[in-house]
Structure formats: C-alpha cells, structure tokens
C-alpha cells in the first residue's frame, strides 16, 4: 500500500530556475490537492483538482501551474522559482463516497524545497 | 470566507496529563470538521472526524466533540503519553465549496515530556 507518493523529497534551486513535483496515488483517488506548509500558517491550498483532465485555483496559486493527465498523477510546477517559494509541500487525494463528499484526505510525506 | 482558528503553542506537558487543545471556525455552509496529526519528518494523518452537530469523533484515546451553538471542535485526550508528540491541525470542508477542499488551523506543537 503506497498511497501518495511525492517526488523528489528535498531539491535546493537557484531563483529562475524551473522544477515539476510529481504526486501519484495508487488508491484510485477523484480528488487530488497540493498545499504549501509554512511555519505558523499551516497548509495552504494552492491548487486542486476533481477529476482527471480538470484542475482549479486554490488561495494561492500565483507562481504555480499544475496538470491532471492521468488520474493518478498530479504535477505542480515552478515555472520561474523565486525565494518565497520556499516551503514544504504536501499532496493529497481523497474520494467520493456514495455521492458524498468531505471524505478524509490522505497526504504524501512531503517534498522540502529551498530557493536560494 | 472559511476559517480555523487554534490555541497558540507549543504546547508541553508531563506524561498523564491532560490535553486540551482548542479549536474554533467559522464557515458559510455545514462543514465537515477533522483533526489531522503530523509527526516530525511526515506528512498529515487523519486523527479523528465528525461531521455534524453534536458528533463525537474519537480514537487513539483522543476524542473532540461538534459543538454548533460555540463553533467548536476541541481536541482533548485525559492520559497523554510520550508518542503524541507531534503537530495537531484542526481543519474543515465545507459542503459548500467544490472539491472538499480542506482550510487548516495554524496547528499546535505538543511535546510530552517522559
């Protein structure tokens, strides 16, 4: 049982450049998330997505771009890397049962991003 | 819009001891309520969950209770041990909003000392 797993685990990058973070959940999952941790705000949505071939903004998606190609998979991307991009970013997916909504979320163990 | 708000932290006690970690909300809809914990180095685990008035989520020995008439969910456990050391997040989801798109609290560092 692998659940959501998150690609790489730590990366360092220099301002400007570009990177894609790879989510892939094996739990056949509608809904796919990604949050930023940052000390003392908790998580913060950036972006989500309902249903493969269909993404949607979260409360802070400006510098981001993401795609949902595949059902299992979500890739967030840094187009143009800046330093408060630094965080630690966390996936998640969750279902829908019977016609509802608000199940559970479960969560990947994270990737560590430092911009310098 | 949707919010969460937690007791300041960290927050340390002795082993035994009683935990009280506060939790608050204010929300447009019927939200859905959850207690996520993180341990050092992982990502959020579901702790426990209710998702109407007057639910009780419970588990681990933790338990939390949807209060509607104070919008609450506080955290409680009466016998904390060494190895719930970790980061607790109170969250909602919102039937309103699409996606069942979580908002979290700030969390609250517990350390329990042996």
């Known amino acids: 049982n692998a659940g959501v797993t998150q690609t790489p685990k730590f990366r360092v990058l220099k301002t400007g450049q570009s990177m894609t973070l790879l989510c892939a959940q094996d739990m056949n999952h509608e809904y796919m998330y990604w949050y930023r941790q940052d000390p003392g705000m908790g998580l913060r949505l950036i972006h989500y997505?309902?249903?493969?071939?269909?993404?949607a903004k979260g409360e802070v998606p400006d510098g981001y771009n993401v795609s949902r190609l595949k059902k299992q998979n979500f890739l967030l991307g840094l187009e143009s890397a800046a330093p408060s991009q630094t965080s630690v970013y966390f996936c998640a997916s969750s279902y829908v049962q019977g016609g509802q909504i608000n199940q559970p979320q479960h969560f990947g163990d994270g990737t560590r991003l430092s911009i310098l | 819009g949707d919010s969460v708000t937690q007791m300041e932290g960290p927050v340390t006690l002795s082993e035994e001891a009683f935990l009280t970690i506060n939790c608050t909300y204010t929300?447009?809809?019927?939200?859905?309520l959850f207690w996520y914990v993180q341990y050092p180095g992982e990502g959020l685990q579901l702790l426990l969950k209710?998702?109407?008035?007057?639910d009780k989520g419970s588990n681990k020995g933790f338990e939390a209770t949807y209060r509607k008439e104070t919008t609450s969910f506080h955290l409680e456990k009466g016998s904390v041990q060494v190895s719930d050391s970790a980061v607790y997040f109170c969250?909602?989801?919102?039937?309103?909003?699409?996606?069942?798109?979580?908002?979290f609290g700030e969390g609250t560092q517990l350390t329990v000392n042996p």
């Open positions: 209710a998702t109407k008035a007057d």
């Open positions: 997505s309902v249903g493969e071939g269909t993404t």
């Open positions: 969250a909602l989801s919102d039937r309103e909003t699409s996606g069942s798109r979580l908002t």
């Open positions: 929300a447009t809809g019927y939200p859905s």
